[in-house]
Nanobody
Framework: QVQLVESGGGLVQAGGSLRLSCAASGRTFSSYAMGWFRQAPRKEREFVATIIWNGGSTYYADSVKGRFTISRDNNKNAVYLQMNSLKPEDTAVYYC????????????????WGQGTQVTVSS
């Protein structure tokens, strides 16, 4: 069992940066691939990025490639999403999630989810 809690969201101007954090509890955290998803109002939840269990490989959605960086620290049971050059279309609730498979971009591959953190990018 893994429990996830996101933090670090907020309001930022276009072109700015934010760093999201996801704290995990549970001894099996390091065995999971971790991912970030986002959901804007009236839209489906969409894949953002994922990282393999040991941090050795990452995979990104085309919409964030080159601007966002996913990382993890298994000693701290944490996963991060550094978001640079933010755009208004990045506005959404961001969720971290844990999956048994990698790379997984479909929500159905993820077993555990956090409650989400709001990111708002103003123009």
């Amino acid at each position: 069992q893994v429990q996830l809690v996101e933090s670090g969201g907020g309001l930022v101007q276009a072109g700015g940066s934010l760093r999201l954090s996801c704290a995990a509890s549970g001894r099996t955290f390091s065995s999971y691939a971790m991912g970030w998803f986002r959901q804007a109002p009236r839209k489906e939840r969409e894949f953002v990025a994922t990282i393999i269990w040991n941090g050795g490989s990452t995979y990104y959605a085309d919409s964030v490639k080159g601007r966002f960086t996913i990382s993890r620290d298994n000693n701290k049971n944490a996963v991060y999403l550094q978001m640079n050059s933010l755009k208004p279309e990045d506005t959404a609730v961001y969720y971290c999630a844990g999956a048994r498979s990698y790379p997984a971009s479909n929500v159905r591959n993820y077993d555990y989810w956090g409650q989400g953190t709001q990111v708002t990018v103003s123009s």
